[in-house]
């Protein structure tokens, strides 16, 4: 733990020097050494970009195909974008995303209740996308543990996201965890083997404060 926390150190206060500078590439998805310093930091609410590499660190290292889980993918706006057959219809949808990212950013709770399901499903048949049976996939509200402030909400969504609500065995994570949860994404991410920018793995294990 003491060479992590080291590690950790050093990410947070890079974030502050070379912010802007590209650290974590996963695939095609980035973040930058603010960005990930910045989300991970004591306080630091996780940005959209350090949740992006995320989701693709978890897609490589267990596919949805062999995980039954992690079906959530960062270009999901831009592939419903691409779908919709005039400019006056992709202006809308544009707007509608824009508006739920404010909300968001906002933190406001977005719930999966049935009138957002019905207009998921709406808006996939109008995109044209491929026919699916939605009935046959159940609606599961687990129980999950809470934040309780307004600015963990992104260590929780990263914790849920790497759990299974079909597993039976409950997810054991509580406020007084997210110290250590913050040093260990903030290094798991930098240091991942999916992650491409060696140079920057090895600018950050020879930093010296």
């Not at 996308?129 to 939605?134: A, E, G, S, T």
């Amino acid at each position: 733990m003491p060479h992590e926390r080291k590690m950790y150190e050093n990410i947070t206060f890079l974030a502050n020097v070379e912010g802007s500078k590209p650290t974590v590439l996963i695939g095609k998805t980035i973040a930058t050494f603010g960005q990930l310093g910045n989300s991970m930091k004591i306080g630091g609410r996780v940005q959209a970009y350090v949740i992006n590499v995320y989701c693709r660190h978890l897609f490589n290292e267990n596919h949805p195909r062999n995980s039954l889980k992690h079906y959530f993918f960062h270009t999901a706006s831009e592939y419903f974008l691409g779908k919709w057959k005039n400019d006056e219809a992709r202006i809308w949808w544009r707007k509608k995303l824009i508006r739920v990212s404010l909300e968001l950013e906002k933190h406001i709770i977005f719930r999966c209740q049935t009138r957002q399901i019905s207009s998921f499903i709406c808006t996939w048949y109008e995109a044209r996308l491929q026919p699916m049976d939605f009935n046959a996939f159940p609606a599961v509200y687990p129980k999950v543990p809470q934040q309780d402030n307004n600015i963990d909400c992104g260590i929780f969504t990263m914790k849920l996201m790497g759990w299974c609500p079909r597993n039976p065995t409950p997810i054991v994570f509580s406020p007084k965890d997210v110290p250590d949860a913050r040093i260990r994404y903030a290094v798991d991410l930098m240091f991942s083997h999916y992650n491409t920018l060696d140079d920057e793995k090895k600018r950050v294990k020879e930093f010296r404060l």
